[in-house]
């Protein structure tokens, strides 16, 4: 049997690599994104479901956390429960997710000083835990294609605020590139072209076009849909 490929040392430098951040979901929810009036809401969930995916091909530590779930917010979307391989989300009744002792304490256990964050709404579940991750003395990368809220105004508003308070701006896809870095890296390099070609638009379908019209390969095959049995729900 043969092993995998051993995972690369990347340098840092200032960059996010696999050993050295933490990714924290935050509120990922049905009625936080009922809200969400600034971005596409299912490129939302498209952005964060690729996020999640990353994580888990380079084996970066998640924190998922969600917000009063039984009494308002709604189970945390499956597509990301599924991603990430269905892990129980951290509870909370705070708006702020560093005021949850079990939020902090989680992502202390990860070791990591760099947070990759994406959360719903930007103004509060992303903003409020990002600057005082800062003045704690982490480094937060804020997944602005994974975020969303009431407005324009709204996200912009928080994203200079969260910027200005020394929050890095990132995409679910920059974070990924970073994370792989070198296309010679074979052992992930698979499993990247696989969310390249099933979340990435235009990108993903030129992987494509380029496999199957340039190089010759075989079309992705695609698990063939199959139509649900009626539930006997009315």
């Given at each position: 049997?043969?092993?995998?490929?051993?995972?690369?040392?990347?340098?840092?430098?200032?960059?996010?690599?696999?050993?050295?951040?933490?990714?924290?979901?935050?509120?990922?929810?049905?009625?936080?994104?009922?809200?969400?009036?600034?971005?596409?809401?299912?490129?939302?969930?498209?952005?964060?479901?690729?996020?999640?995916?990353?994580?888990?091909?380079?084996?970066?530590?998640?924190?998922?956390?969600?917000?009063?779930?039984?009494?308002?917010?709604?189970?945390?979307?499956?597509?990301?429960?599924?991603?990430?391989?269905?892990?129980?989300?951290?509870?909370?009744?705070?708006?702020?997710?560093?005021?949850?002792?079990?939020?902090?304490?989680?992502?202390?256990?990860?070791?990591?000083?760099?947070?990759?964050?994406?959360?719903?709404?930007?103004?509060?579940?992303?903003?409020?835990?990002?600057?005082?991750?800062?003045?704690?003395?982490?480094?937060?990368?804020?997944?602005?294609?994974?975020?969303?809220?009431?407005?324009?105004?709204?996200?912009?508003?928080?994203?200079?605020?969260?910027?200005?308070?020394?929050?890095?701006?990132?995409?679910?896809?920059?974070?990924?590139?970073?994370?792989?870095?070198?296309?010679?890296?074979?052992?992930?390099?698979?499993?990247?072209?696989?969310?390249?070609?099933?979340?990435?638009?235009?990108?993903?379908?030129?992987?494509?076009?380029?496999?199957?019209m340039v190089h010759g390969a075989a079309p992705t095959k695609v698990p063939a849909y199959v139509v649900p049995k009626a539930s006997g729900h009315e």
């Amino acid at each position: 049997m043969s092993k995998p490929p051993a995972r690369p040392t990347l340098s840092e430098k200032g960059l996010l690599t696999p050993a050295n951040c933490v990714v924290t979901l935050i509120d990922l929810q049905p009625q936080m994104l009922f809200g969400v009036a600034n971005f596409d809401r299912q490129a939302v969930i498209n952005n964060n479901v690729a996020l999640a995916k990353a994580a888990r091909v380079f084996d970066v530590p998640v924190v998922l956390s969600s917000v009063e779930t039984k009494t308002f917010s709604g189970n945390t979307w499956p597509q990301v429960l599924a991603a990430l391989g269905n892990p129980a989300p951290i509870e909370r009744s705070s708006m702020n997710s560093w005021d949850d002792a079990n939020f902090v304490a989680a992502v202390q256990r990860s070791g990591r000083k760099k947070i990759v964050l994406a959360g719903l709404w930007t103004e509060t579940c992303v903003a409020l835990p990002t600057v005082q991750m800062i003045h704690d003395g982490y480094e937060v990368y804020v997944v602005e294609d994974c975020c969303g809220d009431v407005s324009q105004l709204s996200h912009d508003n928080a994203m200079k605020r969260v910027i200005q308070a020394g929050a890095r701006p990132v995409t679910a896809l920059s974070v990924m590139l970073e994370w792989q870095r070198d296309w010679a890296h074979k052992g992930t390099y698979d499993a990247v072209m696989d969310i390249v070609k099933t979340h990435c638009g235009a990108y993903g379908i030129g992987v494509e076009y380029a496999y199957t019209m340039v190089h010759g390969a075989a079309p992705t095959k695609v698990p063939a849909y199959v139509v649900p049995k009626a539930s006997g729900h009315e």
